[in-house]
Nanobody
Framework: QVQVVESGGGLVQAGDSLRLSCAASGRTASRYAMGWFRQPPGKEREFVSAISRTGGRIYYADSVKGRFTISRDIAKNTVYLQMNGLKPEDTAIYYC???????????????????WGQGTQVTVSS
């Protein structure tokens, strides 16, 4: 069974930065295409960013493009989401997800992810 664990959330002010981390246990994270999603209060879970298994293909939601950066450290088996220029509308629970093993491609679609973390809260005050 694969476990996905996020960390790094917190309470920040508008304009600040945060870095979220995600580790997938069971098999090395480098074997998974990974994605970040978020669920703002009272809203549906939405796509934020995704990275292919090799790191060669990356996607971003338009709302975070230019402010957020996804990356992966194969040696540490960890995927990161660097969030700069945070806005109050970025407030949400952020979830990390992994696709099924050995799928190379990243995806922007929730249903294409097989494993999910418990989420980490990010709150941005104005």
């Amino acid at each position: 069974q694969v476990q996905v664990v996020e960390s790094g959330g917190g309470l920040v002010q508008a304009g600040d930065s945060l870095r979220l981390s995600c580790a997938a246990s069971g098999r090395t994270a480098s074997r998974y295409a990974m994605g970040w999603f978020r669920q703002p209060p009272g809203k549906e879970r939405e796509f934020v960013s995704a990275i292919s298994r090799t790191g060669g293909r990356i996607y971003y939601a338009d709302s975070v493009k230019g402010r957020f950066t996804i990356s992966r450290d194969i040696a540490k088996n960890t995927v990161y989401l660097q969030m700069n220029g945070l806005k109050p509308e970025d407030t949400a629970i952020y979830y990390c997800a992994a696709r099924s093993p050995d799928i190379i491609a990243a995806s922007t679609l929730r249903y294409e992810y097989a494993y999910w973390g418990q989420g980490t809260q990010v709150t941005v005050s104005s």
